[in-house]
Each structure stands twice: as C-alpha cells, then as structure tokens.
C-alpha cells in the first residue's frame, strides 16, 4: 500500500514536470531539439559555433531558442531581429536580473544592481 502510493507521487511529480516544461517551450521561439541534460551543447561546433547557428537562422527564422547544457539562450540572426528586441522593445528587455540574496543583504540598498522600477526611476 505504501509503495503504490509513494510511485503514485513519484507519477505526479514526474507528469508535472512534462506539463510545465511542455508549457514552457510553448511560450518560446522555434529551435532545434536537444538532448535532456546536454541540450544543443553537442550540436555546436567547438571553435566556430557562429556556423550552426547560422544554419539554425535559415532553418528556424530569425530568432531561435536553443538549450545550451541547461543555459536557455536565443540566438538572434539578424540584424532586424537584434534592432526590434533591442530598440523598439527595450522597456521589456534591458531590465537587470533580480537577485533575491543581493537585495536581502544590502536591505534594498544595491543601487548598482537594482532594477528599473519606479524607486530606479524616481531616483534616478
């Protein structure tokens, strides 16, 4: 009775994981599929990876998602493609990553590392 109840979780937890990983992908741009752990990692040339990810930009289109040993990363291959993400979109996409330790330890204080929101703007 223990036993199937544990693996019943163990079934739970696993189906949750596909869900949300499946969910996941959904949301991101089209790429070339990886390896569980390694990702695309063994896909790319060692001294010239610029050449899959060219081969990936005539294939996939302009943005292409890939997986680089659990690194997620989207490669943008062209100049368009870096011109509307970087410019006309810059409000979503030139924030700083938000490090939950940082601003526990200098008690909000980090200026250098803060995010642009209203307080970054305010005193700015």
Request: with cysteine.
């Amino acid at each position: 009775m223990m036993w199937s109840t544990v693996i019943l979780f163990l079934v739970f937890l696993l189906s949750l994981r596909v869900f949300k990983t499946l969910q996941l992908r959904a949301k991101l741009p089209p790429g070339p599929k990886g390896l569980p752990i390694l990702g695309n990692l063994l896909q790319l040339q060692r001294t010239r990876p610029w050449l899959a990810f060219d081969k990936w930009t005539k294939q996939y289109g302009p943005i292409v998602y890939l997986n680089i040993a659990g690194q997620n990363t989207v490669v943008l291959g062209t100049r368009k493609a870096a011109v509307d993400l970087f410019e006309r979109q810059s409000n979503v996409y030139s924030d700083r990553t938000h490090c939950v330790v940082l601003n526990v330890l200098a008690g909000g204080m980090h200026w250098a590392w803060r995010q642009a929101d209203e307080l970054w703007k305010r005193q700015r």
